[in-house]
């Protein structure tokens, strides 16, 4: 009974609205590279650099986790970006949707994660809009750059 009484006072302290944030990239970062500090930081400063061992299963955990990408799919889940790119901002599906095509003929066969990433951080029709939503979505990797202390 005590215990139930912590965790009614608890949801009245901390409502739903206040959930925690939650890095996908810092989780994936930990999980696959977290020996490269230096790739790390320039990820977190959108720097395009070549991958470290482990940096393609690095972009596809933050893929799957945000559920941008389904685990083993190599097909980005358009209506959920655009959802996300939306929430914070960047309300142009059409713009989205072109770039994500052209990404995909320009790659062909090896698109993955790190394609789609490079291919949103480079296009100037959302490249903007990509890096501010990550940096609001993705606070403690994009905005605080733990990796670059």
Known sequence: MECLLYVYILGILFPSSMALEVSHFYICSTDYVASERNFLCHTANFKLVSLPPNGDEFFDCCFQ???????????????KFVSDMKKYGFDKRRAIEKVVQSCKTEMRDKIN?????RCFVMDQRISSGFKKMLKKKERRFFTEKPFCK
């Open 65 to 79: 986790t945000s559920e941008w990408m389904d685990r083993g799919s190599k097909e980005l889940k358009t209506d």
């Open 113 to 117: 994660s790190w394609a789609y990433f």
